[in-house]
């Protein structure tokens, strides 16, 4: 059987490395095959109508996500209420729709003791923040209890439109103001690497919880500063970790998958991956 990672650029993934290591641990290698293709938008839906009856599912990462919900024939409410999907599973002559970093978001933060959220700052406005909010909903938030936070409020539309699904009142205010948001259980920071900085301080401040979806390099300087602090940080690679396990067993049928195999194939490629840009 064959699974594979789709989308632009993704070069980067550790998804293969996970998955892998996951079929390795469920006795599947030799099996199952995990690959990793550049795919543009347009290009879905071409890719998924190609794949044959080897094909077990996809996992697919931005800028796919909007269309793989559109493509499916089927999809879970949570990926309806985000209004995208990072994971399509062929079934039965069926496309079936699925968002796992929801789970992922959660199953990190409870990792990592945050069990109970009443209200959260979310910082960036895209898809990554619209699985949030599903998270933090998850998690016990408030319907009013939410705020995104990003350079131009109105590029938060989605993840207030997905609170509006979910029955939550997602609140927006430019990233500028930060400062007047954080007296908040979590700041959960959906921003890329490096973009996060300049809010390390006053975060790092506030005494909330901090969980960070960049996963390399890390610590990030949100993430460093609210460790100094002694606050409770979660970095990206957790999230990555249980989103992928989840994939696992949706595309394999497994009960449960072997999530420490893969956390300690991750890492040690992560490691890999730092130690090779340090020699160069």
């Given at each position: 059987m064959r699974?594979?990672?789709?989308?632009?650029?993704?070069?980067?993934?550790?998804?293969?490395v996970l998955h892998t290591a996951a079929y390795a641990a469920l006795g599947l290698a030799g099996e199952w095959f995990y690959g990793c293709f550049e795919c543009a938008e347009d290009g879905l839906d071409g890719f998924v109508k190609?794949?044959?009856?080897?094909?077990?599912?996809?996992?697919?990462?931005?800028?796919?996500?909007?269309?793989?919900?559109?493509?499916?024939?089927?999809?879970?409410?949570v990926a309806r209420d985000v209004g995208g999907a990072n994971t399509l599973v062929f079934g039965s002559g069926r496309l079936l729709a699925f968002n796992t970093d929801v789970h992922g978001i959660a199953a990190a933060l409870h990792e990592a003791g945050v069990e109970r959220v009443s209200a959260a700052a979310?910082?960036?406005?895209?898809?990554?923040?619209?699985?949030?909010?599903?998270?933090?909903?998850?998690?016990g938030a408030d319907p009013g209890g939410v705020t995104v936070l990003a350079r131009d409020p109105a590029r938060a539309a989605g993840a207030v439109a997905a609170g509006e699904r979910m029955g939550m009142r997602v609140a927006t205010a430019p990233l500028a103001e930060i400062g007047a948001h954080l007296d908040t259980d979590v700041v959960v920071s959906t921003l890329p690497a490096g973009a996060g900085d300049a809010y390390a301080e006053a975060v790092a401040g506030c005494g909330a919880a901090v969980f960070d979806v960049v996963y390399s390099p890390?610590?990030?300087?949100?993430?460093?500063?609210?460790?100094?602090?002694?606050?409770?940080?979660?970095?990206?690679?957790?999230?990555?970790?249980?989103?992928?396990?989840?994939?696992?067993?949706?595309?394999?049928?497994?009960?449960?998958?072997?999530?420490?195999?893969?956390?300690?194939?991750?890492l040690a490629e992560l490691h890999r991956r730092t130690a090779a840009g340090a020699e160069r």
């Open positions: 699974a594979a990672v789709l989308g632009s650029p993704v070069g980067h993934s550790l998804s293969p190609g794949c044959g009856d080897g094909w077990a599912g996809l996992s697919v990462t931005m800028p796919l996500k909007h269309e793989a919900l559109r493509l499916a024939d089927e999809a879970e409410p979310v910082l960036g406005g895209g898809a990554t923040a619209a699985s949030a909010v599903a998270a933090l909903r998850d998690l890390w610590p990030t300087a949100l993430a460093a500063a609210s460790q100094a602090a002694g606050r409770t940080v979660v970095g990206g690679f957790p999230m990555l970790l249980h989103q992928a396990a989840r994939q696992v067993e949706l595309m394999t049928g497994a009960e449960s998958a072997p999530v420490e195999a893969m956390r300690t194939a991750g």
